[in-house]
């Protein structure tokens, strides 16, 4: 069964106290591997998608990287606004992406 | 213009009802799905549906039926509610193209509570 687990759950940072949240995951046949941002009573915002093991994508602050068992969404120098619940996502067999439980980040002015 | 929209966002319904969700997108995707969020905030799927049939359907209770009319729109309907089916449900969408699949956009979410 494709499995996905994060961490931490949850990481408090001081403004611009950089760090990495972890994403370990087992899905035979990676079809893609997605961050998403979730803030408190909204629908997921994708961020990034990886395909290769290697791949970087960079968004502003943030830079998501894959290995062929983790991936990693690094964190520089985080603002305030940065603050919200990052989900990690994994596309297996037959369609199906399987979610992580989140990492809930909040960033401390 | 809202990508991927959902009615109601707020459900307030008695144990033993019947209610339906109701989604729309208009980025012309050809696959839809139907999630559940938890008081964890666990998500996890429940339906997928490309081009109106039906391509995934996890271990839930079959008081729960999803109904495809077109490829735009992806509805939930659920029997004889239980307190347990209290979640946050989202819907949402994706073009499937090839091998790799391709970012979903989800719905705002209707947050469901059953008394």
């Known amino acids: 069964e494709d499995q996905v687990t994060q961490s931490p759950e949850a990481l408090r940072l001081q403004e611009g106290e950089s760090s990495s949240l972890n994403c370990s995951y087992t899905v035979s046949g990676l079809r893609g591997l997605f961050w998403y941002r979730q803030d408190p009573g909204k629908g997921p915002e994708f961020l990034f998608t990886l395909y290769s093991a290697g791949e970087e994508k960079e968004k502003e602050r943030l830079k998501a990287t894959l290995t062929k068992k983790e991936s990693f969404l690094h964190i520089t120098a985080p603002k305030p606004e940065d603050s919200a619940t990052y989900l990690c996502a994994a596309g297996g067999g037959y369609q199906k992406v399987t979610f992580g439980i989140g990492t809930k980040l909040q960033v401390i002015p | 213009d809202t990508a991927v929209s959902q009615t109601p966002k707020y459900l307030v319904t008695q144990m033993g009802n019947d209610k339906s969700i109701k989604c729309e997108q208009n980025?012309?995707?050809?696959?839809m799905y139907w999630y559940k969020q938890d008081s964890k905030k666990f998500l996890k799927i429940m339906f997928s549906y490309n081009n109106k049939e039906l391509i995934i359907n996890e271990t839930v209770p079959n008081r729960f039926s999803p109904k495809s009319p077109d490829k735009a729109h992806l509805n939930l309907h659920i029997n004889s509610l239980e307190l347990g089916d209290s979640a946050v449900y989202f819907c949402?969408?994706?073009?499937?193209?090839?091998?790799?699949?391709?970012?979903?956009?989800f719905g705002p979410g209707t947050r469901l509570t059953v008394l």
């Open positions: 980025l012309g995707h050809d696959t």
């Open positions: 949402a969408s994706s073009q499937v193209s090839g091998g790799n699949y391709n970012e979903q956009f």
